[in-house]
């Protein structure tokens, strides 16, 4: 995937945060960010499973299934787990800064 893509994926996923983020710094909202982190684990794996059975499905024969459907379907399952990716590096890049801070 290309740089400009993982910055267009990762600008989406700023705008949607900004969307979501309250004001108040309460234990409430620690707990949405892991709930959104599961939450987009959850969608990440829906949509391989999903292009997974269509994948199945077309080379099974099934005449409703054509392959730009699947070609759609598996390109977004690859974007979204490459998403994902980029998002666990970050947060463990994160991590490790935070873990290498002098005391």
Same mark, same amino acid.
């Given at each position: 995937?290309?740089?400009?893509? @993982?910055?267009?994926?990762?600008?989406?996923?700023?705008?949607?945060?900004?969307?979501?983020?309250?004001?108040?710094?309460?234990?409430?909202?620690?707990?949405?960010?892991?709930?959104?982190?599961?939450?987009?684990?959850?969608?990440?794996?829906?949509?391989?499973?999903?292009s997974q059975e269509m994948k199945t499905?077309?080379?099974?024969?099934?005449?409703? @299934?054509?392959?730009?459907?699947?070609?759609?379907?598996?390109?977004?399952?690859?974007?979204?787990?490459?998403?994902?990716?980029?998002?666990?590096?970050?947060?463990?890049?994160?991590?490790?800064?935070?873990?290498?801070?002098?005391?």
């Amino acid at each position: 995937m290309s740089q400009m893509n @993982v910055e267009q994926v990762l600008n989406q996923m700023r705008i949607l945060s900004q969307n979501n983020v309250l004001p108040d710094t309460s234990s409430a909202n620690r707990t949405d960010f892991s709930k959104l982190l599961s939450d987009s684990i959850g969608q990440v794996n829906e949509l391989q499973k999903e292009s997974q059975e269509m994948k199945t499905a077309f080379e099974m024969g099934d005449p409703t @299934v054509d392959i730009p459907e699947v070609m759609i379907a598996v390109q977004k399952a690859s974007l979204s787990f490459e998403a994902i990716t980029e998002v666990r590096n970050k947060l463990l890049s994160a991590y490790q800064e935070v873990m290498n801070m002098p005391v």
